[in-house]
């Protein structure tokens, strides 16, 4: 059956093609969902507000030297769930077709609506990726508080929303052919919620070395008979007396939780962007100013 074609920036359509991959029974916890969500905010997490490079413009992922950087292995995964979408609406960019499915990710995950906006252009060589050089920016796992916040500062964002941010591990999973960590974080992953506060919060978890020597923290949940996980970045959360509070205060109130993720994914998303009172994006690599023209 031929898919028919949209209309250039009809992006309902496109969220409804981004809806339809999302059951994918025979992946990971049954959904592409995940994957998408990391590959949106692996786009955009490069971003540094000093030098105003990086950020989710671009797509540079698609080019060797950001796509290969270790931090992203496994999201060629994600880009081969989107391909099909691509291909059926060619007129999207890859920069907001990738941002566009970890928002429709998330809300279909059961998670609040998040504000995105279009117009983003891909980068047509690796000039700037070079130039620039664009890996490496990204939040290393083995590392505590001061690391993130080195990292998530130089995006521009503060203590709370950080932790806010940090929320998105209620979905999916480590795979240690990736990352080298292993497990999932929650019992029901596939499911957005605040229960990674939850658990992060009060239960207790155990420092386990797994068999390749990488260091992580175990829970084991006698009821589901299922190993849960969280990441030395993950226990530096908890650890700090600046991120700790909100740690608390998301796991003992969803709606709270869901406000502040829903605004600083949002936020997350357009890193790097610049957008008149229209919306049009004015630090694109071409005149056209996306779709929106
Ligand atoms: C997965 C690290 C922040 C969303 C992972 C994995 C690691 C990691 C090591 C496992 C990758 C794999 O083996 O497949 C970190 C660190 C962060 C961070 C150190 C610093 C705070 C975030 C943020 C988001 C996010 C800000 C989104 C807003 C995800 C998702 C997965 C994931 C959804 C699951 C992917 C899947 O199931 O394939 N993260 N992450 N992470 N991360 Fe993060």
């Known amino acids: 059956m031929s898919v028919s074609q949209s209309k250039k920036g009809d992006f309902a359509a496109v969220r409804q093609a981004i809806k339809a991959l999302l059951h994918q029974p025979e992946y990971d916890d049954g959904s592409a969902g995940p994957v998408l969500v990391r590959l949106a905010w692996h786009s955009s997490g490069t971003y540094d507000i000093n030098t105003d490079t990086g950020g989710s413009n671009g797509a540079g992922m698609r080019y060797e030297y950001e796509g290969g ?10 880009r081969v769930f989107l391909e099909p979408v691509k291909e059926a609406h060619p007129w999207i960019t890859y920069s907001d077709l990738w941002t566009l ?102 239960l207790e978890w155990k420092p386990k070395t797994l068999p390749s020597g990488v260091k992580q923290f175990m829970y084991y949940d006698e009821d589901t008979e299922t190993e ?15 991120f700790e509070p909100w740690v608390r205060r998301y796991g003992e109130d969803k709606d709270l939780f869901f406000r502040d993720f829903a605004k600083v994914f949002s936020k997350l998303m357009e890193l790097g962007i610049e957008r008149d009172a229209e919306g049009r994006i004015t630090n694109t690599d071409n005149e056209l100013g996306g779709y929106l023209s």
Not at 69 to 78: E, R, S, V, W
Not at 111 to 120: K, L
Not at 228 to 242: E, F, I, N, R, S
Request: one cysteine or more.
């Open 69 to 78: 950087d270790p931090a992203n292995a496994g999201l060629q995964h994600a």
């Open 101 to 202: 499915a970890g928002a429709v990710a998330i809300e279909e995950a059961g998670g609040p609506s998040i504000s995105w906006q279009g117009g983003r252009t891909d980068f047509v060589d690796d000039t700037k990726i070079l130039k620039n050089k664009i890996a490496g920016r990204l939040p290393d796992a083995t590392q505590g508080a001061g690391h993130l916040r080195k990292v998530f500062y130089r995006m521009g964002f503060n203590d709370q929303e950080i932790v806010a941010l940090s929320g998105a591990h209620t979905l999916g999973r480590c795979h240690g052919d990736r990352s080298g960590f292993e497990g999932p974080w929650v019992n029901n992953p596939t499911r957005f919620s605040n229960q990674y506060f939850k658990l992060l919060s009060t």
């Open 228 to 242: 849960l996980m969280m990441l030395p970045t993950d226990m530096a959360l908890l650890a700090d007396p600046g």
